[in-house]
């Protein structure tokens, strides 16, 4: 039975914006440690670690996102590991910012002048040491804005969970307007509140562009 559009099913939505959070949150800090180790393995003197991270980072963005979900939700239960939707949402899009926090970072490890490593080498210093104390914390500067344009995605990339049953912000959207058939103000309501989980990253995106250019002109 079809019914009106209330309050209580705004707080229903605003409510499901937790779950959002949640999940971007596991995903983004899962996919920190997999980036890392993968930026580190495509910039390492080892030819069969580059060629292992770079098989990686080719399956995982040259596949949609939403088949990745597919893949581990149903593949795993079709073998007889049957999983958890939010488990199932958060290793898809942990191994899906895995790749790209990877590549970001890779470029970003490349980025630094070659003759900072070379001087880290004639000091000495070995390979955890050079990327620890010379190669890390100026690579770190140089991915930050990427890294926060790429968490924007990482949210709202969250969404497609909704297609397996995960109740985050967009799937509570879905339930809302089964129930009250007013699509306008259901994904109205559940745009606004994307729009102010996104927007203020986004802003800091640019902010921190603007100010790499500066410091890059200087």
């Avoid at 079709?78 to 470029?107: C, F, K, M, Q």
Wanted: glycine share 8%; aromatic share 10%; net charge positive.
């Amino acid at each position: 039975m079809i019914r009106e559009f209330s309050s209580a099913d705004v707080m229903f939505i605003v409510m499901a914006v937790r779950w959002t959070l949640v999940l971007s949150a596991v995903a983004f800090l899962g996919g920190a440690v997999g980036g890392l180790l993968i930026a580190l393995a495509r910039t390492s003197g080892s030819k069969a670690l580059r060629r292992i991270s770079a098989g990686f980072i080719q399956v995982f963005q040259g596949t949609p996102l939403l088949m990745q979900l597919f893949l581990v939700y149903f593949g795993l239960a079709v073998v007889g590991l049957p999983i958890d939707p939010l488990l199932a949402a958060a290793v898809a899009l942990t191994l899906h910012a895995s790749a790209y926090l990877g590549e970001i970072w890779r470029g970003s490890i490349e980025a630094v002048p070659s003759g900072q490593t070379e001087a880290a080498t004639a000091l000495a210093l070995s390979y955890p040491h050079r990327m620890r104390h010379v190669v890390l914390p100026q690579a770190m500067r140089i991915a930050t804005a990427p890294t926060v344009g790429f968490l924007v995605q990482l949210i709202k990339g969250t969404s497609l969970a909704s297609i397996i049953g995960f109740t985050e912000l967009t799937r509570a959207g879905q339930i809302v307007n089964n129930a009250t058939f007013k699509p306008f103000l259901v994904f109205g309501t559940v745009a606004i509140l994307y729009f102010i989980l996104c927007w203020p990253l986004s802003l800091m995106a640019r902010r921190l562009e603007a100010r790499m250019r500066l410091a890059v002109t200087r």
